[in-house]
Each structure stands twice: as structure tokens, then as C-alpha cells.
């Protein structure tokens, strides 16, 4: 399973839809890139592949980054995505 991330413009959390394929996956980050090149305010609607039910729509002029993810039992880190951390506390 591969989860893209959008990075929304004054939010903390990322904005995330899964694809069961790589290709898939790579056709919603050559999307998104192109809406954001774009410069147009127009909307891009995704639906999830992980969770049918879960549907997002987002400016493109809002986006402020997209990453893809391969999401799998075997990802080191518990599958939490690269860049964000735990603390333990002792």
C-alpha cells in the first residue's frame, strides 16, 4: 500500500489518501504536482483505496508539498512517515 501526503499551507497534520499500486501512486503525485504547478486555485478532489468511504478536496494553490510513502508491515520506524519522531520519556 503507498500513502501520499499533502502538506496543506498553515495546517500541522498532512492530508493523506492511499493506492494499492506504485503506478497508481505515481499518477495522483504527477497530478497533484501539476495542479500545484498550475498556479490556479482549482480544487483536486482524491478519493482513498484503503478507506473506500474517505474522499478530500483541497485548493491546489494550498498545497505546499506532496510525498509518497510505501506503507507495509516491514517499513522500519512502525510505519510512522520519514520526518516526525517519538520522544520517549523516561
Not at 499500486?21 to 501539476?34: G, T
Not at 498556479?39 to 482513498?48: A, M, T, Y
Amino acid at each position: 500500500m503507498f500513502t501520499i501526503d499533502l502538506s496543506i499551507k498553515n495546517t500541522a497534520f498532512p492530508i493523506s489518501v492511499q493506492r494499492k499500486s506504485a503506478e497508481d501512486a505515481e499518477a495522483v503525485y504527477q497530478l497533484i504536482l501539476a495542479a500545484i504547478r498550475s498556479g490556479n486555485p482549482d480544487i483536486v478532489e482524491l478519493k482513498c483505496e484503503g478507506k473506500t468511504e474517505k474522499k478530500i478536496a483541497v485548493r491546489a494553490s494550498e498545497i505546499s508539498g506532496v510525498q509518497i510513502v510505501q506503507k507495509d508491515g516491514t517499513t522500519p520506524g512502525g510505519g510512522r512517515p520519514p520526518g516526525f519522531f517519538a520522544v520517549a520519556a523516561e
